[in-house]
């Protein structure tokens, strides 16, 4: 299997091709597929789409992604600037003699974790632990900073079930500048039920189970992060995109199963993800889980969204593919529903920034910044069919069991998503370092009801320290129809354990939330937008459990 193991190099400007060469329609300018039954080691692939020339970066035992086991003696991880290189902010770790950056930390449940945060950087900083059930002093919600040169040392025991979380920077005000930049990685917790399906499955990570890291960037300045007003109404989007930090990436594959386990990185980008075929023709896979680990059974999709933050777990089968054939993973068109940007009378004239969120794939850039819109079409990953592989084992029925998803008894909170006085806010609030507007207390369980307003755009709505259940969706848009699988509104990617949860302009969504937790005295969380740009601008509240 090719991967991209050159894992400090420099990604060349000269290299960089846009994404409109991706954009919708692309596929029927690609080449005839070749009819092959062997395809030896001479072969080249030459019916495949020029464009998809470099090789997925896999993680390995070192270097970017690296997998690094945590869960003994303390871990260094020192934020560092890597001038001329992409990332150009990551987190350097060496262990063993072993040098990583952005490390793919790994640990089981029940361990016991010491990860020391070294602020190379000439600003401050912190990590927070997204997903994680945490104590505040440990959750790294930016209300403590590291400064320049200091450092930090988180102490937790690993308290969530298996799932693929991730760390990331959290300073107020800069996470999206910090993150943007490289400054991230993702920690991998495993537990029986973890074990027992990848024995089900014969999966082996770093070969047949692989994460996939979304994001996009702008190609002009890959490293330069300078928002316009127009950038933080709506969010930042490149006109490039990025699977594992890699350009234009392509993975050898054999005809069988394989699992990808997904986070979108980007700082605003929504997903709509399916997997397509050389012939043009869908291909189906099963969804396994989401934010906080597997999902109780399988269940079948053809795509799904995903918004910045969240993560999903997928199993796809190219059982049926032939030998020289590829698949594409994409990112398909759709609505955006950046309703903010539409004229709120018959009168009133559009401005330039009504592009960014509505114009068509191949002509949606604003003049400020030349990025695709969100909701533009274009293929993100090629899967290149090299060779056959033995028959798959059964699948299992059963993944793991959840905790019940049941309301609360007693009123819902209600939390009013919407834009007010040039700032997108909560319940008409902005973040306060000195308020704490929802107080709950301790032991509580709450159901929130989160309503988007009609004149708004989606909103990946983030809490810390908890993961919730998804309950309802109400007055959802038409576009998420073919998704909904029960009498609730819910989409598949509701069905599990959940810490960020998209809500669209006019829909209401139902969360229930558990807040037991074993730490001592009161903690304070926060619950906001994961668009960077509207968490930086204040679309955040604090959180304070009894």
Same mark, same amino acid.
């Given at each position: 299997?090719?991967?991209?193991?050159?894992?400090?190099?420099? +990604?060349?400007?000269?290299?960089?091709?846009?994404?409109?060469?991706?954009?919708?329609?692309?596929?029927?300018?690609?080449?005839?597929?070749?009819?092959?039954?062997?395809?030896?080691?001479?072969?080249?692939?030459?019916?495949?789409?020029?464009?998809?020339?470099?090789?997925?970066?896999?993680?390995?035992?070192?270097?970017?992604?690296?997998?690094?086991?945590?869960? =003994?003696?303390?871990?260094?991880?020192?934020?560092?600037?890597?001038?001329?290189?992409?990332?150009?902010?990551?987190?350097?770790?060496?262990?063993? =003699?072993?040098?990583?950056?952005?490390?793919?930390?790994?640990?089981?449940?029940?361990?016991?974790?010491?990860?020391?945060?070294?602020?190379?950087?000439?600003?401050?900083? !912190?990590?927070?632990?997204?997903?994680? @059930?945490?104590?505040?002093?440990?959750?790294?919600?930016?209300?403590?900073?590291?400064?320049?040169?200091?450092?930090?040392?988180?102490?937790?025991?690993?308290?969530?079930?298996? =799932?693929?979380?991730?760390?990331?920077?959290?300073?107020?005000?800069?996470?999206? $500048?910090?993150?943007?930049?490289?400054?991230?990685?993702?920690?991998?917790?495993?537990?029986?039920?973890?074990?027992?399906?990848?024995?089900?499955?014969?999966?082996?990570?770093?070969?047949?189970?692989?994460?996939?890291?979304?994001?996009?960037?702008?190609? %002009?300045?890959?490293?330069?992060?300078?928002? #316009?007003?127009?950038?933080?109404?709506?969010?930042?989007?490149?006109?490039?995109?990025?699977?594992?930090?890699?350009?234009?990436?392509?993975?050898?594959?054999?005809?069988?199963?394989?699992?990808?386990?997904?986070?979108?990185?980007?700082?605003?980008?929504?997903?709509?993800?399916?997997?397509?075929?050389?012939?043009?023709?869908?291909?189906?896979?099963?969804?396994?889980?989401?934010?906080?680990?597997?999902?109780?059974?399988?269940?079948? /999709?053809?795509?799904?969204?995903?918004?910045?933050?969240?993560?999903?777990?997928?199993?796809?089968?190219?059982?049926? +593919?032939?030998?020289?054939?590829?698949? *594409? *993973?994409?990112?398909?068109?759709?609505?955006?529903?950046?309703?903010?940007?539409?004229?709120?009378?018959?009168?009133?004239?559009?401005?330039?920034?009504?592009?960014? =969120? @509505?114009?068509?794939?191949?002509?949606?850039?604003?003049?400020?910044?030349?990025?695709?819109?969100?909701? $533009?079409?274009?293929?993100?990953?090629?899967?290149?069919?090299?060779?056959?592989?033995?028959?798959?084992?059964?699948?299992?029925?059963?993944?793991?069991?959840?905790?019940?998803?049941?309301? /609360?008894?007693? %009123?819902?909170?209600? *939390?009013? +998503?919407?834009?007010?006085?040039?700032?997108?806010?909560?319940?008409?609030?902005?973040?306060?370092?000195?308020?704490?507007?929802? !107080? !709950?207390?301790?032991?509580?369980?709450? #159901?929130?009801?989160?309503?988007?307003?009609?004149?708004?755009?989606?909103?990946?709505?983030? +809490?810390?320290?908890?993961?919730?259940? !998804?309950?309802?969706?109400? @007055?959802?848009?038409?576009?998420?129809?073919?998704?909904?699988?029960?009498?609730?509104?819910?989409?598949?990617?509701?069905?599990?354990?959940?810490?960020?949860?998209?809500?669209?302009?006019?829909?209401?969504?139902?969360?229930?939330?558990?807040?037991?937790?074993?730490? /001592?005295?009161?903690?304070?969380?926060?619950?906001?937008?994961?668009?960077?740009?509207?968490?930086?601008?204040?679309?955040?509240?604090?959180?304070?459990?009894?």
């Amino acid at each position: 299997m090719a991967a991209y193991n050159d894992d400090f190099a420099l +990604l060349r400007p000269g290299r960089r091709r846009a994404l409109s060469g991706f954009a919708a329609g692309a596929l029927a300018a690609f080449l005839p597929r070749a009819v092959a039954t062997t395809l030896s080691a001479s072969d080249d692939l030459c019916t495949t789409p020029a464009q998809f020339d470099v090789p997925l970066r896999i993680p390995a035992q070192r270097g970017l992604m690296g997998r690094l086991v945590v869960g =003994g003696d303390p871990v260094v991880l020192r934020a560092v600037s890597r001038a001329g290189n992409a990332p150009r902010l990551a987190y350097a770790a060496n262990v063993g =003699g072993r040098e990583y950056l952005n490390p793919t930390l790994v640990a089981r449940t029940g361990a016991r974790v010491r990860i020391v945060l070294a602020n190379g950087l000439a600003e401050p900083t !912190v990590t927070h632990w997204h997903g994680f @059930t945490q104590d505040t002093g440990n959750d790294g919600n930016g209300e403590t900073l590291v400064a320049p040169g200091k450092s930090f040392e988180y102490a937790f025991t690993v308290r969530n079930r298996s =799932g693929l979380y991730w760390y990331h920077p959290h300073p107020h005000g800069a996470t999206a $500048a910090q993150l943007y930049r490289g400054l991230f990685g993702l920690f991998a917790i495993e537990d029986d039920d973890e074990l027992a399906l990848r024995r089900s499955l014969a999966l082996v990570p770093g070969a047949t189970e692989l994460p996939l890291i979304l994001h996009d960037r702008r190609s %002009s300045a890959p490293d330069a992060y300078a928002p #316009t007003e127009s950038d933080q109404l709506h969010g930042w989007y490149g006109d490039e995109a990025l699977v594992n930090f890699t350009p234009r990436p392509y993975l050898d594959v054999a005809a069988r199963r394989y699992r990808f386990r997904i986070l979108n990185a980007a700082n605003a980008r929504v997903f709509r993800l399916g997997i397509r075929g050389d012939d043009g023709a869908p291909i189906p896979f099963l969804l396994l889980g989401t934010d906080g680990g597997l999902i109780e059974r399988p269940l079948p /999709a053809d795509e799904l969204f995903l918004a910045p933050a969240e993560r999903v777990d997928v199993l796809v089968d190219f059982g049926r +593919l032939p030998i020289g054939g590829f698949a *594409l *993973l994409e990112t398909r068109a759709f609505d955006p529903m950046h309703a903010e940007l539409r004229p709120r009378r018959s009168t009133d004239a559009p401005t330039d920034a009504m592009a960014h =969120g @509505t114009a068509p794939a191949q002509d949606n850039a604003t003049p400020a910044s030349h990025s695709h819109s969100d909701g $533009a079409a274009f293929a993100l990953l090629q899967f290149r069919i090299r060779e056959r592989a033995a028959r798959a084992a059964p699948m299992p029925t059963r993944l793991s069991t959840l905790p019940v998803a049941s309301a /609360a008894p007693g %009123s819902e909170r209600p *939390l009013r +998503l919407g834009f007010a006085k040039g700032r997108w806010r909560i319940n008409d609030l902005v973040y306060d370092v000195a308020a704490t507007p929802i !107080v !709950v207390a301790r032991n509580a369980v709450e #159901t929130w009801l989160i309503r988007n307003y009609h004149t708004s755009m989606p909103h990946a709505m983030h +809490l810390h320290g908890f993961q919730f259940r !998804v309950l309802e969706r109400e @007055t959802s848009p038409d576009p998420l129809a073919s998704l909904v699988v029960d009498a609730q509104g819910r989409q598949a990617t509701d069905l599990g354990l959940k810490d960020t949860v998209l809500v669209w302009p006019g829909e209401s969504v139902k969360i229930a939330i558990d807040f037991r937790h074993p730490f /001592a005295g009161a903690q304070t969380y926060l619950f906001h937008c994961h668009n960077l740009e509207h968490e930086d601008g204040g679309m955040m509240l604090r959180v304070k459990v009894g």
